[in-house]
């Protein structure tokens, strides 16, 4: 007597899709015996597994049915609703591909599965894959709508965007923001006093700030256009230039000991100060004013 050899063909046919995809997918299969003749109205056990990577990877999951064959041969199931052998199907990320689907089936309707193949999931599963985004980080608003949106959400290094500025660290772009006021970068702080643009390699000591662009809001409007800190912790303005076009070096506030006034006049504001020259010898000579505007020479002691 021929041993029966029964052929198994796989249709996979639809995602049911709502609003929300369910984790499950019909799927059907045609069974023929060895002399090719459909098994029909005939009760068969169906085990379904999904296979991660190739046809002998790690079983994502895997489920049995038992059903019925239609008058044309026809099984079939949805798979994600029946009996649960092995993980679960919600938990499938189906980014993490390829998966393959193994059938095997018992035309006898038992769990002595005869019948085996195994063919790749292409683009069916993609419905459950794209349900995944209702998994995704959500925002207030997108970019452009009324109240504030999250750009990005990781611990506290949050971007923002509200009323056209944006904001990173921060959820009120009002405080620490770049915004676009006309033609103009804006940096703004809660600080009335300052508003900063630091080169810093670490903040809690003072003598690591290689420099800074500063703004200082008082009386007299000083721009310091770049600030430098010594290495003893020591800091002073390195380049000062006020709004009305005048500059000073090396001193804070407006009391410089050099300064260049908005008519480019040189102005040294302690009369103990002057200028020194180095004589051909090697040695310092330094130049002031007396009371009656003569100048006077002294030997001084060369600048390190």
Known sequence: MKKPLHILIFLLASITAFAQSPDKMTYQSVVRDGSGDLVTSQSVGIK????????SGTVAYSESHSVSTNANGLATIEVGTGTILTGSM?????????YFMKSETDPTGGS????????QLLSVPFALYANDAGHANTATSLVGGSGSSIWSTNSNDDVYYLDGNVGIGTNDPNIINFGNSGTVLTILTDDAGAATIE???DRSQDDQAVGWI???????RVVD???????????GKFVVRTNNGGGGLGAANMTWQFQITE????????????????????S????????????????????Q
Not at 263 to 282: A, E, K, R, T
Not at 285 to 293: A, C, E
């Open 225 to 235: 256009l770049l600030v430098l800190r010594a290495s003893n912790g020591t800091s």
């Open 263 to 282: 008519d480019g006049d040189v102005f040294l504001h302690d009369s103990s100060n002057g200028i020194i020259m180095v004589s051909p010898n090697g």
């Open 90 to 98: 919600s938990a499938i990320d189906w980014s993490e591909g390829p």
């Open 214 to 220: 500063n703004y200082i809001n008082d009386d007299v």
């Open 284 to 303: 310092c000579w330094k130049t002031t004013v007396n009371n009656s505007g003569n100048l006077v020479t002294t030997s001084t002691t060369c600048p």
């Open 112 to 119: 002595s599965y005869t019948i085996v193949g195994t063919s």
């Open 48 to 55: 379904v597994s999904i296979i991660q990577y190739s046809t």
């Open 199 to 201: 080169m810093v390699a």
